[in-house]
């Protein structure tokens, strides 16, 4: 059921990235696949029986692998860095040409190049 619900939300964050004309919809839908595919490797990396990896030297226990972990946050980090530097892009997009519509930006982008020849 959650693996359904998981590539349920990727393809809609795929198809949000496709279909929205919007720039700041177009970043949401990239958030909510990347927020899928972090989930997807997350549940497939779940294990039962295994514990957090935090030595205890009285402890004899099967411990989590803790490279998985270390790449899912750096993935998170990583993630919300590209967010942040497409959000300014947007914001100096939408200081020289008053909307956030893709066709819009890119007609007005013609427009000047065809003013300029």
Excluded: C
Excluded at 47 to 63: D, S
Aim: hydrophobic share 60%; aromatic share 6%.
């Amino acid at each position: 059921m959650s693996n359904a619900a998981i590539i349920i939300t990727i393809i809609l964050g795929f198809l949000g990235v496709v279909i929205k004309r919007n720039l700041i919809m177009k970043i949401i839908a990239m958030d909510v696949m990347s927020t899928g595919v972090i989930a997807f490797f997350v549940i497939w990396a779940a294990r039962r029986g295994v514990f957090t990896p935090i030595y205890k030297p009285w402890r004899e226990l099967a411990y989590a692998d803790p490279v998985p972990q270390g790449v899912i946050l750096t993935a998170i980090v990583i993630g919300l860095s590209v967010q942040a530097l497409m959000l300014v892009g947007v914001m100096k997009l939408a200081r020289n040409h008053p909307t956030l519509e893709v066709e819009s930006i890119e007609q007005a982008i013609a427009a000047d190049a065809n003013a300029d020849d």
